[in-house]
């Protein structure tokens, strides 16, 4: 069935350092992408997401590029910020699309020191 | 933007004894609403897809007898935990989806049975 991975956490980087959260998926087709992301305290919010292969999501300086030869989802941000301080969410849509239903990997504990 | 709110936030019982999670959206509405369930270190899984006006559909493995699901109006689904256990500890995050590419999720809720 389909499923998500994402690397395991804690990840703690000084401010301003460069960010890569791997994220890989096995799905059957080719199902929308997306990275949420937790703020202590709050609700799962979405950051970018991806509906084909090759797309690029976007949103606050972070990307991820939908690869479908490598089935993978990377998120990455330039410069993090301590204000990035959160837990990182892959999901993909299944098992088929336009259900609403996410699977999610383990998700990643980001901590940025000023 | 759209909240989407759980009461309560967290919920100490005893074994044995019921407990009903809200889920609220609070300025939208919402036909669907999906609940998760997270333990500590793992990633969310889907539980069930609340049905406003119809009955919830489970997902594969999960007690509907166990954890009942109500959809009393468009701006409201309860989850109900009937005798619970200590195996049924966990984190509690509900979400609603106001359009069809779009999810907001609620803050969750932590249960915690003695």
Same mark, same amino acid.
């Given at each position: ?6 690397m ?14 791997? &994220?890989? #998926?096995?799905?059957?087709? #080719?199902?929308?992408? =997306?990275? *949420?992301?937790?703020y ?25 590029? #939908? ?5 993978? =989802?990377?998120?990455?941000?330039g ?8 837990? *990182?969410? &892959? ?12 699977? =999610?990997?383990?998700?990643t ?6 | /933007? ?5 009461h !309560? ?10 407990? %009903? ?9 919402? $036909? ?5 369930r997270?333990? !500590? %270190? ?6 069930? $897809?609340?049905?406003? /006006?119809?009955?919830? @559909? ?19 689904? $309860?989850?109900?935990? @009937? ?13 609603? !989806? !106001? ?6 999720? /609620? ?8």
């Open positions: 069935g389909n499923s998500v991975t994402q395991e956490g804690p990840v703690t980087l000084s401010e301003e350092a460069f960010l890569t959260i791997n &994220c890989t #998926y096995t799905a059957t087709g #080719y199902p929308s992408l =997306f990275w *949420y992301v937790q202590p305290g709050e609700g799962l919010q979405l950051l970018l997401k991806a509906t084909k292969a090759d797309d690029k999501g976007s949103n606050k300086g972070f990307e991820a590029t #939908y690869r479908k030869e490598t089935t993978s =989802f990377h998120l990455e941000k410069s993090v910020q301590v204000s990035d301080s959160a837990v *990182y969410f &892959c999901a993909l849509e299944g098992p088929t699309s336009n259900t609403g239903k996410l699977i =999610f990997g383990q998700g504990t980001l901590q940025v020191k000023p | /933007g759209a909240v989407v709110s759980q !309560p936030s967290w919920v100490i019982c005893k074994s044995g004894t019921s407990v %009903k999670i809200e889920c609220r959206s609070l300025d939208f509405q919402a $036909t669907t609403m999906f609940w998760y997270q333990f !500590p %270190k793992q990633s969310l899984m889907l539980m069930a $897809t609340s049905n406003e /006006g119809s009955k919830a @559909t489970y997902e594969q493995g999960v007690e509907k007898d166990k954890f009942l699901i109500n959809h009393a109006s468009l701006t409201l689904s $309860t989850l109900t935990v @009937t005798s619970a256990h200590p195996e049924d500890s966990s984190f509690y995050i509900c979400s609603a !989806p !106001p359009g069809q590419e779009t999810q907001y999720f /609620g803050p969750g809720t932590r249960l915690l049975v003695l």
